[in-house]
């Protein structure tokens, strides 16, 4: 059974990709963006505080499958910290935004996050 804040998360997550991003390293052409470490990849958006290093809890507006293309921009995660900044003003707005300070990632990059966080390979 779904909980509360689990509904609240999921219409928070509908407005997640609202945010201005700096898109400068992808390419509008082919929706595609390079990585430093996994080259051509599809881009993905998370808060600032999403690392490779450390677990800061792993928010996502649906179960991603690392085995799946997403090419039109689906993927977007967000932290424990950012979480609770969400469920305490209710929406993303110029301050949860602020606060997440969203970054532009490559697809392969967000599935390495998103493993660090939960403790598995996801998918």
């Given at each position: 059974?779904?909980?509360?804040?689990?509904?609240?998360?999921?219409?928070?997550?509908?407005?997640?990709?609202?945010?201005?991003?700096?898109?400068e390293s992808m390419s509008e052409e082919n929706n595609r963006v390079e990585c430093c470490t996994h080259g051509n990849r599809y881009p993905a958006y998370v808060c600032h505080h999403l690392?490779?290093?450390?677990?800061?809890?792993?928010?996502?507006?649906?179960?991603?499958?690392?085995?799946?293309?997403?090419?039109?921009?689906?993927?977007?995660?967000?932290?424990?910290?950012?979480?609770?900044?969400?469920?305490?003003?209710?929406?993303?707005?110029?301050?949860?935004?602020?606060?997440?300070?969203?970054?532009?990632?490559?697809?392969?990059?967000?599935?390495?996050?998103?493993?660090?966080?939960?403790?598995?390979?996801?998918?």
């Amino acid at each position: 059974m779904e909980s509360c804040n689990d509904k609240v998360r999921a219409a928070l997550s509908a407005t997640f990709d609202k945010v201005y991003l700096n898109t400068e390293s992808m390419s509008e052409e082919n929706n595609r963006v390079e990585c430093c470490t996994h080259g051509n990849r599809y881009p993905a958006y998370v808060c600032h505080h999403l690392n490779l290093q450390k677990p800061v809890g792993f928010y996502e507006p649906f179960a991603s499958d690392p085995s799946v293309v997403y090419s039109n921009d689906e993927l977007s995660a967000w932290c424990d910290a950012c979480d609770e900044v969400l469920m305490r003003i209710g929406k993303w707005n110029e301050e949860s935004e602020s606060f997440a300070k969203i970054k532009l990632v490559c697809d392969a990059c967000f599935f390495d996050m998103k493993e660090l966080n939960l403790g598995y390979q996801a998918g």
